[in-house]
C-alpha cells in the first residue's frame, strides 16, 4: 500500500499564499490523476483540484485564477499553490487518488492523504 502525506498547512492571513505537498511513500509511484479536496467546517468535502498523469487539471470555481496544482515526479510530489487566500478557504486540505502504480503494478483503490489544515483569518 502507498500512503499519501499532505504537508504545508498552516495560519495565514487573508490575501496569503501557502503551497501544500501530498508525497507517496513508495518511490517509482505513478498515477492516472490525483486530487486535491477539501472540508471545511460544518461542510462537505468538496473537490478542489485535479491534475492527470499528462497534466491536464481541473478547478473548482471557487479557485479558479488563485489555486495551482501540479506535480514533480522525481519527488512523487502533487503540490497545490493557493494564492490570494479568503476565509472560506479555511478547511482541512486532502490529496486522492483511486488508481495508482508502483514498480510496474496497477491498484485500484480509493486512497487519502491524512489531511492537514489551512486556516485562514482576517
Known amino acids: 500500500q502507498v500512503q499519501l502525506v499532505e504537508s504545508g498547512g498552516g495560519l495565514v492571513q487573508t490575501g496569503g499564499s501557502l503551497r501544500l505537498s501530498c508525497t507517496a511513500s513508495?518511490?517509482?509511484?505513478?498515477?492516472?490523476?490525483m486530487a486535491w479536496y477539501r472540508q471545511g467546517p460544518g461542510k462537505q468535502r468538496e473537490l478542489v483540484a485535479t491534475i492527470t498523469s499528462g497534466g491536464t487539471t481541473v478547478y473548482a470555481d471557487s479557485v479558479k485564477g488563485r489555486f495551482t496544482i501540479s506535480n514533480n515526479n522525481a519527488k512523487n510530489t502533487v503540490y497545490l499553490q493557493m494564492n490570494t487566500l479568503k476565509s472560506e478557504d479555511t478547511a482541512v486540505y486532502y490529496c486522492f487518488t483511486d488508481r495508482w502504480a508502483v514498480g510496474g503494478i496497477t491498484y485500484r483503490s480509493n486512497n487519502w492523504g491524512q489531511g492537514t489544515q489551512v486556516t485562514v483569518s482576517s
Open positions: 513508495r518511490s517509482s509511484f505513478t498515477f492516472n490523476a
